[in-house]
């Protein structure tokens, strides 16, 4: 069955560290609501966070480009978000989401992808050499009742 969409929004922000917080707080609010739980809402934005933080990261090796941000919530309380740049593109993107693999250097763990996929209902990462790479995430949101999750 089709979802349907009971709302959404799209933010463009320059690829520069100071927006990675920025986004993650954006997709948080406009999840909230939902009414997620404390823990829902921070899983969300810790997914959020990992892909802007690829973004940013990978990306766009020698130049600022944009981060493209979708959001979408469906009737059933599912919330998708689409996040994409048009940068360099991932080579190998089943290497690229094996844990600690890493194409930064220093202090990177490889550990983005896996992260996002332990904290979100679904992820899936599509990419093109030189025309850059789409990750959207989806999770369920549990309708409280009360204070409970339901």
């Known amino acids: 069955m ?11 922000v320059p690829v520069r560290s100071v ?4 986004a993650r707080t954006a997709v948080a609010a406009f999840v909230s609501q939902l009414d997620p739980t404390i ?6 934005k810790t997914a959020v966070s ?7 990261v990978h990306a766009y090796r020698e130049s600022i480009g944009n981060i493209y ?3 979408y919530i469906y009737t059933n309380n599912t919330v ?6 048009k940068g360099v593109g991932i080579d190998n993107v089943s ?18 992808f896996s992260v996002m996929e332990s904290f979100m209902d679904s992820l899936k990462v599509t990419s093109k050499k030189d025309k850059g790479t789409l990750v959207t995430m989806t999770k369920k949101i549990s309708v409280r009742v009360s204070g409970n999750a339901k």
């Open 2 to 12: 089709k979802q349907v969409v009971k709302n959404n929004f799209s933010l463009t």
């Open 19 to 22: 927006n990675e917080s920025f």
């Open 39 to 44: 823990d829902q809402i921070n899983d969300i």
């Open 50 to 56: 990992e892909a802007v933080t690829n973004c940013i």
């Open 69 to 71: 941000i979708k959001a």
């Open 80 to 85: 998708c978000i689409k996040i994409k740049d």
């Open 95 to 112: 290497k690229a989401m094996e844990p600690l693999f890493t194409t930064g250097a220093g202090e990177r763990a490889g550990l983005g």
